[in-house]
């Protein structure tokens, strides 16, 4: 085999090797994190999030506050706020997805949750927030720990999301 062909081979096992093993950036981009969110907003008439920095800013300050022990623990800050974590491959649309289906557990009629959490889902479709920034951050236990802040915040109490 010559030199070039070895080094073609060479290069083609590091790429190969890098996908298994390094986590991609597949599924945890700007628009991953929007996606799920405005589907969801646009089943029930209400327009599309956009991603803010200065949110998602905070977002990641937060989310690295958190590396040490990755509880989720709400930040108390000026913002609505989701939390997930995962093991593995945990990505941030597979948190968005966890909101999302809370859907099911959402009774509009009632403003209520029956039979589980639906707050996050809530959130994720409340009318008035329209900026949104996440960040997904390794913890030091090696799981992932995944936050979505919303301005202005959402959830007001006697109050419905769409």
């Not at 981009?29 to 956009?50: C, E």
């Not at 974590?85 to 909101?99: E, N, R, Y």
């Not at 809370?102 to 927030?129: A, L, M």
Request: glycine share 8%; net charge positive; aromatic share 12%.
């Amino acid at each position: 085999m010559t030199a070039s062909k070895m080094s073609m081979l060479f290069l083609m096992i590091c790429v190969f090797g890098l996908a298994l093993f390094e986590p991609s950036h597949a599924q945890n981009t700007q628009q991953d994190y929007l996606n799920g969110r405005n589907v969801a907003r646009k089943q029930v008439d209400v327009t599309n999030i956009t991603w803010d920095t200065t949110v998602a800013t905070y977002a990641l300050n937060y989310a690295n506050s958190r590396k040490g022990d990755c509880n989720l623990v709400h930040s108390n800050g000026a913002y609505g706020e989701n939390l997930a974590k995962g093991t593995g491959s945990f990505s941030g649309k597979a948190a968005v997805d966890l909101w999302v289906a809370e859907k099911s557990k959402y009774n509009y009629t009632s403003n209520s949750c029956v039979g589980g959490e639906c707050r996050h889902y809530t959130q994720v479709v409340w009318r008035y927030s329209v900026r949104v920034g996440c960040a997904r951050v390794k913890c030091d236990n090696g799981w992932w720990f995944v936050t979505c802040n919303y301005d202005p915040p959402g959830n007001y109490v006697n109050e419905t999301p769409y």
